[in-house]
């Protein structure tokens, strides 16, 4: 019997391959959006394109403050991966009402507010990242934030349809 990683296993390493191509030098983040087990957008995060990217010119930090007063730094030249795969569904005319989006790392406040005015359902995510802001926004959303394991049972131990 041969050893075949689960559909999310699946999906959360194509999201690892994705984000070997961002261009932010402070996180390499990818995000694959998929519909009925088929990639239908994926997104890393970088610059706008024909804009310089922060691995070429550096990043445009900027500090702001939370509403519990903690800083946060954020760059002015990234877009963050949920995003660019949403923008990239929006520009090939791809629906993505009811899909999944699988990241590498949870998303931020700003990024997980996009991914509940699209309609997505599910977020699958493999590291945290400040889960505790975002918790409040996922209590007045029908959106499940999900962390996959890569190391979990194969599916030759899971029966799936």
Same mark, same amino acid.
């Given at each position: 019997?041969?050893?075949?990683?689960?559909?999310?296993?699946?999906?959360?390493?194509?999201?690892?391959?994705?984000?070997?191509? $961002?261009?932010?030098?402070? /996180?390499?983040?990818?995000?694959?959006?998929?519909?009925?087990?088929?990639?239908? $957008?994926?997104?890393?995060?970088?610059?706008?394109?024909?804009?310089?990217?922060?691995?070429?010119?550096?990043?445009?930090?900027?500090?702001?403050?939370?509403?519990?007063?903690?800083?946060?730094?954020?760059?002015? !030249?990234?877009?963050?991966?949920?995003? =660019? /795969?949403?923008?990239?569904? $929006?520009?090939?005319?791809?629906?993505?009402?009811?899909?999944?989006?699988?990241?590498?790392?949870?998303?931020?406040?700003?990024?997980?507010?996009?991914?509940?005015?699209?309609?997505?359902? !599910?977020?699958?995510?493999?590291?945290?990242?400040?889960?505790?802001?975002?918790?409040?926004?996922?209590?007045?959303?029908?959106?499940?934030?999900?962390?996959? =394991?890569?190391?979990? /049972?194969?599916?030759?131990?899971?029966?799936?349809?």
């Amino acid at each position: 019997m041969s050893t075949r990683s689960t559909w999310d296993q699946y999906f959360m390493r194509i999201a690892q391959l994705v984000a070997e191509r $961002a261009t932010c030098s402070r /996180a390499k983040i990818g995000a694959v959006i998929v519909r009925d087990k088929n990639i239908i $957008a994926t997104g890393y995060n970088g610059s706008p394109a024909g804009h310089p990217h922060c691995t070429d010119v550096g990043c445009l930090v900027y500090v702001s403050r939370n509403p519990d007063g903690k800083e946060e730094e954020n760059c002015f !030249r990234t877009i963050h991966a949920e995003i =660019n /795969a949403i923008a990239q569904a $929006a520009k090939h005319g791809v629906e993505i009402n009811d899909a999944d989006i699988y990241v590498t790392a949870s998303p931020c406040y700003h990024c997980l507010k996009t991914v509940i005015n699209t309609g997505i359902k !599910r977020i699958y995510y493999l590291k945290p990242y400040k889960i505790d802001l975002i918790r409040p926004l996922l209590e007045y959303s029908e959106v499940e934030l999900i962390q996959i =394991n890569l190391d979990d /049972a194969r599916e030759d131990l899971v029966k799936e349809t």
